[in-house]
């Protein structure tokens, strides 16, 4: 009896081990990358309603820009409006230290005038901008940005832009910092704002 | 007479046979966003409720206030948001549809005026089998709370 017991217990390892052998494939997968890598970003010179803008000028300022257009229905306001939402919980004299640009990927339709009064409905501060639709694609470009017209998906002279909806965060000394994903929310877009006022 | 009451009798049934779906369809939280006085388009949200048995879909919706008013979607592609058209949206039987910011949205192409807060925007709402119905639907402004909850990079 015991050693029926015993013979039965040695096949149950056995086939334990051969079956370890055979199907036990620990999966190598490389630890996750620390760092995400930021695409190199840099300075612009676009048109605003108020004249040219050089973010070279606003070294000593964080900056913030978003890359929609006006047309969006729903993207850029939620953008828009959590960016708006951060920054009136800032002090005054944060605010003295924040610049937060729209930037346009649908050059041919937003006129700098039509973009300050759309980004001025989200924060009087925000700044709207636009360019030639070669500016645009380079700036873009730098920042990682990904839009593409889609013509024949909207009624009347409408058409969308697919576009990346990240932000960007721009330190004093003109460095791309972080990118913030389209829907973090707007205590969470404040706090980075702080952090990166007091290390940048 | 009697042969009348008869054809009532009859015709009061059928209709009760084949109410249409819009009388199984309600709709909750309706909201049209409150957008930029100049913008060219905005969208309303709400969620769809379907009391019945089988799956309805919403084939198409109305309003005055836009030129155009189409059913869209986004698809959110690697942090690339596209949006785009689609030709219904399912209620699935005895659940619901949620129409919100970042996914299904009703959206109001080419405002014929600026939106103001508080208006009252009538919605005429479609389903498959013809039926329709009304909903009244306010402008509000977007409230931060509300948005979707998501990591940073």
């Known amino acids: ?200 | 007479m009697k042969r009348l009451s008869v054809l009532f009798a009859a015709l009061s049934l059928s209709g009760a046979v084949f109410a249409g779906a819009a009388d199984f369809v309600v709709v909750h939280e309706p909201y049209v966003r409150l957008a930029p006085p100049n913008a060219q388009a905005s969208a309303a949200f709400m969620v769809l409720k379907n009391g019945s048995d089988r799956e309805i879909k919403l084939v198409k919706a109305d309003n005055p206030a836009s030129k155009f008013t189409e059913l869209h979607t986004h698809i959110n592609d690697n942090g690339v948001m596209r949006m785009r058209q689609v030709p219904d949206i399912v209620i699935p039987a005895k659940g619901e549809a949620m129409l919100k910011p970042g996914g299904l949205h009703v959206m109001l192409i080419n405002m014929k005026a600026p939106l103001s807060e508080g208006q009252v925007v009538p919605f005429t709402l479609t389903f498959d089998d013809g039926s329709s119905k009304q909903v009244e639907v306010k402008v509000m402004k977007m409230m931060p709370a509300a948005m979707p909850m998501k990591h940073v990079h």
């Open chain 1, 1 to 200: 009896m015991s050693n029926r017991f015993l013979v039965g217990v040695i096949a149950v390892l056995i086939s334990l081990i051969i079956g370890l052998g055979l199907f036990w494939k620990p999966e190598l997968t490389p630890p996750p990358a620390a760092v995400s890598t930021l695409p190199p970003g840099g300075d612009f010179l676009l048109q605003s309603a108020d004249g040219p803008v050089a973010l070279s000028s606003y070294r000593g300022s964080l900056s913030i820009l978003n890359f929609g257009y006006s047309y969006c229905p729903d993207i850029c306001p939620t953008n828009l409006t959590v960016l708006g939402a951060a920054m009136a919980q800032l002090e005054p004299e944060e605010r003295k230290k924040l610049a937060v640009f729209f930037i346009s990927v649908d050059p041919r339709r937003d006129t700098p005038e039509h973009l300050k009064t759309y980004v001025q409905f989200f924060d009087p501060q925000i700044i709207g901008l636009t360019g030639t639709p070669a500016e645009i694609a380079e700036l873009a470009g730098r920042y990682g940005v990904y839009y593409a017209e889609q013509p024949a998906e909207m009624a009347g002279d409408g058409y969308a832009v697919d576009h990346s909806a990240d932000s960007y965060i721009v330190g004093a000394d003109g460095r791309l910092l972080a990118r913030m994903a389209h829907g973090t929310p707007p205590e969470q877009v404040l706090a980075l704002i702080r952090q990166y006022m007091q290390t940048s």
